[in-house]
């Protein structure tokens, strides 16, 4: 299979540009799109409608954050835009004692209906992701 990287939170204003690029890619036979780290279902939203009549499959690329302070650190990464909003529901989730993976878990729940799949990058220690695999495959 070969696929190519896209960005899902392209611009307004390069989203044209970069529909004519996914288009050629897919007339040249791309198999499938992997975005950059999603942490917004409604952005991943609006960049699925946007190319609804590509018709290849697309996977959602998930860093598993545990804690606000995780989320604070991959925003120094300048090709990861974490929404202020993800990093409350850390908070929320950090205070009342909740399953630290619930928030990616709830974002995995709202994409699972617009992608094909979810690819999992690693951030920090992997053995503690067993347990996030083995509930996000329920």
Same mark, same amino acid.
């Given at each position: 299979?070969? #696929?190519? +990287?896209? &960005?899902?939170?392209?611009?307004?204003?390069? !989203?044209?540009?970069? *529909?004519?690029?996914?288009? !050629? *890619? %897919?007339?040249? #036979? $791309? &198999?499938?799109?992997?975005?950059?780290?999603?942490? &917004?279902? =409604?952005?991943?939203?609006?960049?699925?409608?946007?190319?609804? #009549?590509?018709? $290849?499959?697309? /996977?959602?690329? /998930? @860093?598993?954050?545990?804690?606000? +302070?995780?989320?604070?650190?991959?925003?120094?990464?300048?090709? $990861?835009?974490?929404?202020?909003?993800? /990093?409350?529901?850390?908070?929320?989730?950090?205070?009342?004692?909740?399953?630290?993976?619930?928030?990616?878990?709830?974002? /995995?729940?709202?994409? !699972?209906?617009?992608?094909? +799949? @979810?690819? @999992?990058?690693?951030? +920090? =220690?992997?053995? !503690? *992701? %067993? #347990?996030?695999?083995?509930?996000?495959?329920?």
């Amino acid at each position: 299979f070969v #696929g190519a +990287g896209v &960005d899902h939170q392209a611009p307004e204003y390069a !989203r044209k540009s970069q *529909l004519r690029q996914l288009e !050629r *890619l %897919a007339e040249r #036979g $791309v &198999d499938y799109f992997v975005t950059r780290p999603v942490f &917004d279902s =409604n952005d991943f939203s609006h960049f699925m409608d946007t190319i609804q #009549g590509l018709k $290849v499959p697309v /996977i959602a690329e /998930i @860093i598993p954050i545990r804690s606000p +302070g995780e989320a604070w650190a991959l925003k120094d990464w300048s090709w $990861v835009t974490i929404p202020f909003t993800f /990093i409350e529901r850390l908070q929320k989730a950090q205070d009342s004692s909740e399953e630290p993976f619930k928030p990616t878990m709830e974002l /995995i729940e709202r994409l !699972r209906a617009r992608c094909a +799949g @979810i690819h @999992i990058i690693p951030f +920090g =220690n992997v053995a !503690r *992701l %067993a #347990g996030f695999i083995k509930s996000m495959k329920k």
